[in-house]
């Protein structure tokens, strides 16, 4: 809410939960005018745009509303459980007219857009290397929400939920995949998730780069993440979030590009509640929100739309399918995105 309420003209009129108390509970809370059970209801009560906020598993199911109503949407991350579902919500969307974004707020970190656009302006070259290390802490307390940690609601653990946001981060620098290895195990959540608490994968790129994946939330405390690139001469950059939810730049080697902030991680430094990591990311949020909004007051794309967000979710999904059965998963590029073929090695 804070970060829809920080957008100029946005306002916020409607909410829909399946718990009709719930939504008037919201509704008091917040000050927004009307409650509603029924999705389709609300939907057609003439909104200009929705975003969906639910648990991993109703995300399609309110996109394809969105879109039977011709309503712009805005989705959270992961845009679905699996590529199948995001295939069929972009395709409903575009059917519709519709603008279709979905929330990655870390692409709007200065220290993100700073790797990005010396990318785009060859300061520093392709990316030939890199990797994503995703160290987080999630205990019982925060699976006792009945969604998480189950493999039909949330669709996946720490690669679905948390280290989403530097799988982007890193496909955004590197560009498409060609090839991925991955292993998945749950090594300290075991009895209390049915998901993975742990993950590792080696992914090749259509460019020839290499990049790495370590990502848990079985540490104690978290100790962040990090993404980093490097290209053919070296030149190195990298944005670090610790504590949760703060982006910085931690290494540059870039040419005309210095270290905007130095990060000390403090042994045994406690882990941030999880409504401040979400408090530290609201101003992003918010930019993300009003970047949306200009898409539809201007008739562009949004800065990150469903055919972005899906490129992270296919990387997850090959992750896991290689896990289970062993083998390298191969992209195949040579058609558009949403036709795309995988084949196992």
Avoid at 47 to 71: I, M
């Amino acid at each position: 809410m804070a970060a829809l309420r920080g957008v100029a003209g946005v306002q916020v009129v409607a909410v829909v939960d399946v718990d009709i108390g719930r939504a008037h509970s919201f509704t008091a809370a917040h000050g927004i005018p009307q409650a509603y059970q029924d999705v389709d209801e609300m939907l057609g009560s003439g909104l200009d745009a929705v975003t969906v906020c639910t648990p991993h598993s109703a995300h399609e199911a309110g996109v394809l509303a969105a879109a039977r109503h011709r309503t712009h949407v805005l989705c959270e991350k992961p845009v679905a459980l699996t590529v199948a579902q995001a295939q069929r919500m972009i395709a409903a969307t575009a059917a519709a007219g519709v603008r279709f974004g979905v929330l990655f707020q870390r692409r709007f970190w200065p220290a993100a857009i700073r790797i990005r656009r010396a990318i785009e302006d060859g300061r520093l070259g392709t990316p030939i290397c890199g990797g994503v290390v995703a160290r987080f802490n999630r205990d019982a307390d925060y699976y006792a929400e009945p969604w998480r940690g189950r493999a039909a609601t949330e669709g996946g653990g720490v690669l679905m939920t948390q280290a989403i946001h530097h799988v982007d981060l890193l496909q955004w620098f590197m560009g498409p995949v060609r090839r991925v290895t991955g292993r998945c195990a749950t090594l300290v959540h075991k009895g209390l998730i049915e998901v993975e608490d742990t993950a590792a994968a080696v992914v090749e790129f259509a460019s020839g780069g290499i990049a790495t994946i370590q990502a848990g939330t079985t540490f104690r405390p978290g100790l962040g993440a990090q993404v980093w690139v490097s290209d053919a001469q070296g030149r190195t950059a990298s944005v670090m979030e610790f504590p949760e939810g703060v982006g910085f730049t931690d290494i540059s080697t870039v040419p005309g590009q210095e270290v905007s902030q130095t990060g000390r991680v403090r042994a045994g430094a406690p882990d941030l509640p999880l409504a401040e990591i979400h408090d530290q990311l609201v101003p992003y949020h918010a930019q993300q929100i009003e970047d949306f909004v200009g898409a539809i007051r201007h008739d562009r794309e949004p800065e990150v739309t469903g055919l972005d967000a899906v490129k992270s979710l296919e990387i997850i999904e090959a992750i896991y399918a290689s896990s289970g059965t062993g083998a390298a998963v191969e992209f195949t590029h040579a058609v558009p995105p949403r036709e795309r073929v995988r084949r196992r090695l």
